[in-house]
Antibody, heavy 117, light 107 residues
């Protein structure tokens, strides 16, 4: 059974860096596609980006200048770094697994990150 | 980026009724359109992928149709557990995008 679990601070100050980790169990992250998707409170979903194969990445152009997604195969984890955050980055952040590129099948439960001083 | 417009924003129906949800793309996404079901406090759950293929765990009352720019999710006879928010999502062109959602509520 594949499980994903997000972890990281629930509160980040404006202009600082949001850092989250997704710990995966039940499957190796050496294959498939691994995504970060976010959802502002009461709003819709936005795809942040994903990592696949060794270190290939795709980032949403709207966030590309501020985002880095990486993975640690030895720990079976992948991570999100979002720099220079503002209140607009307040959201529930989900990590997700895609077997087929572009189709998130398995999701973490999500973690709420608030940006506030 | 491709914009997906879902209609209606809210759909009020009773158990046993038929639900028809629409998703329109700003340009062709071929058949690369998925639907997700999201309940409060939960992650979205893949329901339909590539327009017509039902994901594991969902019953046959759920079906998807369409191609190009116009897509439909149909729930043939609503059960109480079907009331949720439904999102469409395209994977034809990066960045992959979601619609704004349709809230299916009990009338």
């Amino acid at each position: 059974q594949v499980q994903l679990q997000e972890s990281g601070p629930g509160l980040v100050k404006p202009s600082e860096t949001l850092s989250l980790i997704c710990t995966v169990s039940g499957v190796s992250i050496s294959s498939d596609y691994w995504s970060w998707i976010r959802q502002p409170p009461g709003k819709g979903l936005e795809w942040i980006g994903y990592i696949y194969y060794s270190e290939n990445t795709n980032y949403n152009p709207s966030l590309q200048s501020r985002v880095t997604i990486s993975k640690d195969t030895s720990k079976n984890q992948f991570s999100l770094s979002l720099r220079s955050v503002t209140a607009a980055d307040t959201a529930v952040y989900f990590c997700a697994r895609q077997i087929v590129e572009g189709v998130p099948l398995d999701w973490g439960q999500g973690t709420l990150v608030a940006v506030s001083s | 980026e491709i914009v997906l417009t879902q209609s209606p924003a809210t759909l009020s129906l009773s158990p046993g009724e038929r639900a028809t949800l629409s998703c329109r793309a700003s340009q062709s996404v071929r058949s690369y359109l998925a639907w997700y079901q999201q309940k409060p406090g939960q992650a979205p759950r893949l329901l339909i992928y590539d327009a017509t293929h039902r994901a594991t765990g969902f019953p046959a009352r759920f079906s998807g149709s369409g191609s190009g720019t116009d897509f439909t999710l149909t729930i043939s006879s609503l059960e109480p557990e079907d009331f949720a928010v439904y999102y469409c999502q395209q994977r034809d062109t990066w960045p992959y995008t979601f619609g704004q959602g349709t809230k299916l509520e009990i009338k």
